[in-house]
């Protein structure tokens, strides 16, 4: 192994220390990564800024704010009140109804605002009909990320690698090529967490939901519920070193984490962390100066002081959304690109037009638009390409691939298959799925080169894998939202989510080299 090779390993091994560790956002891990890399010449400035102008991220970064457009339609609401009904205590039949169309709408929109919409509604909606909300919100969580799987844009992941893959040269992915092994991901999926969440998922519910709600809703007071982000600026110091009311214009009733509840007695010495769920008591400015907040992942409670869209603004973001999907997926026709030859009719040129259309129409706050990207997610894909092409730069990549092929020597393609959504799983669980599979991509590119094998069955395998995070809470920001609803138990996802990991890995090594064979 060359000098360069053993440089750049070590790098990656403190990059992947300090993301497992959480001590620093995953986008500023990466770009300090992608720094060292050009500081030790194994990067050029080009190499190391190419990420950043890649249609994939910039995708990624229009497709937020199409999410917050249809999330501000209320269109989501409405179909959610449609699929939960009025009475009933049978928790595998209302899953059954509602689990299957928050996937389909996961497809086609990113997870973080579908689950920040219907967490707090189904939970309401749970201490109502007076049923355990933890059957239901990990349930949701994990709906979503199946659906995810099934489609180009399903999550930022999909769009990552079909990014990588372009750079390297390859045809990218079509918009529905991954649900050929996704859609069987999400059935066989859906199918265990009806049947088994009966069994695995705690059966759990807050006692005092309807005497705390009742006692919040006195005058202009309100409890509301907030899921603390990352962005959050007091994360790390003790939260009695900070005057929340004063700052924030609330009182901090409960902070609960993991499953556990503190008042404020039990506070002292407590510190701020991501995923923290917050009870508070706030007046009717709260929601309007806080509810768009990046502070905050989720902020529920008195939603009827949110301003309503009107009902053509709202089929006209619902007709938008729809001309999106259908145009990028006829734009992948040969007869078409041959009609438009100066035109490429892809997802980034409908996420593009829909993005301006609905920010002159005002769907989302055109003035605000800054607040509903995730820039971290968009600085990790963007050294995500940075991180992949050091890896290559530098022998890493061909090294790890030599290793990996001299233990499976006998075994072929088909358990290598195997080892690389074990990997990238592994590392989309203790840190993030971007990040997990900007590492998987130049090993996999690598080892599909020294065996002499087409590599796309390795790709579709590190999308696959890096989407099935289900073990975790950590590992997946939907996941992080409803343990802060839902006051889940670490323990909770490990039990419940590890035979969907395993599902998942059966499922993608029996079917990818089917589909795309090696």
Not at 17 to 45: H, Y
Not at 92 to 121: C, E
Not at 340 to 369: E, G
Request: contains cysteine; proline residues 4%.
């Amino acid at each position: 192994m060359s000098a360069s090779a053993i440089f750049a390993l070590c790098i990656l091994a403190m990059l992947i220390v300090a993301l497992i560790r959480d001590r620093m956002r995953p986008g500023i891990a990466m770009l300090t990564g992608s720094v060292i890399f050009l500081c030790a010449g194994i990067l050029t400035p080009k190499e190391m800024l190419e990420g950043f102008s890649n249609k994939g991220m910039i995708t990624v970064a229009l497709l937020y704010l199409v999410s917050e457009g249809i999330r501000r339609s209320n269109i989501l609401e409405k179909i959610l009140h449609v699929l939960l009904p009025k009475k009933g205590k049978n928790v595998r039949k209302i899953q059954a109804r509602m689990l299957p169309v928050v996937a389909g709408i996961s497809a086609f929109l990113n997870n973080t605002p579908v689950v920040v919409i219907f967490a707090p509604m189904i939970k309401r909606w749970a201490d109502k009909v007076g049923m355990p909300a933890t059957k239901f919100l990990i349930p949701l969580s994990y709906a979503t990320i199946l659906g995810g799987m099934c489609t180009l844009i399903g999550t930022s992941t999909n769009l990552v690698v079909h990014g990588m893959i372009i750079n390297a040269d390859f045809e990218g992915f079509t918009m529905f090529e991954l649900g050929k092994v996704g859609v069987f991901i999400a059935i066989a999926g859906l199918i265990y967490i009806i049947v088994a969440g009966k069994w695995l998922l705690p059966n759990r519910r807050e006692e005092d939901a309807e005497s705390a709600e009742d006692e919040a809703h006195t005058g202009r007071y309100h409890h509301y519920e907030v899921i603390l982000s990352a962005r959050f600026p007091a994360i790390g110091k003790r939260i009695n070193e900070i005057d929340f009311r004063r700052k924030f214009g609330a009182s901090i009733m409960e902070v609960r984490r993991h499953g556990e509840v503190f008042i404020m007695k039990d506070m002292r010495g407590k510190r701020y962390k991501e995923g923290d769920s917050l009870l508070l008591m706030a007046d009717d400015n709260f929601r309007k100066n806080w509810g768009d907040s990046s502070f905050f992942l989720l902020v529920s409670g008195n939603e009827g002081k949110e301003e309503k869209m009107s009902p053509l603004k709202r089929w006209i973001s619902f007709t938008l959304l729809v001309l999106m999907v259908v145009g990028a997926t006829v734009g992948e026709i040969p007869s078409v690109r041959e009609a438009f030859p100066k035109v490429h009719l892809d997802m980034f040129f409908f996420a593009s037009v829909v993005t301006v259309v609905m920010a002159w129409m005002n769907i989302f706050p055109a003035r605000k638009y800054t607040k509903y990207i995730s820039w971290d997610i968009v600085i990790t894909i963007a050294s995500a390409f940075a991180i992949s092409k050091a890896m290559i730069n530098s022998g890493v990549a061909d090294a790890i691939a030599e290793f990996a092929i001299g233990l499976t020597d006998s075994y072929g393609p088909y358990i290598l298959l195997a080892v690389i959504f074990i990997i990238t799983n592994l590392f989309t669980e203790l840190m993030t799925n971007n990040a997990a599979a900007a590492l998987a991509f130049p090993i996999s590119l690598s080892i599909a080169q020294h065996l002499g094998v087409d590599p796309t069955p390795f790709f579709v395998t590190i999308c696959m894998a890096a989407s099935s995070s289900f073990c975790t809470p950590i590992g997946y920001q939907t996941n992080l939202i409803v343990q802060g609803v839902g006051g889940y138990k670490f323990i909770d996802f490990i039990r419940f989510g590890l035979p969907l990991n395993i599902i998942s890995l059966i499922i993608s090594v029996t079917l990818i080299p089917i589909f795309w064979p090696f």
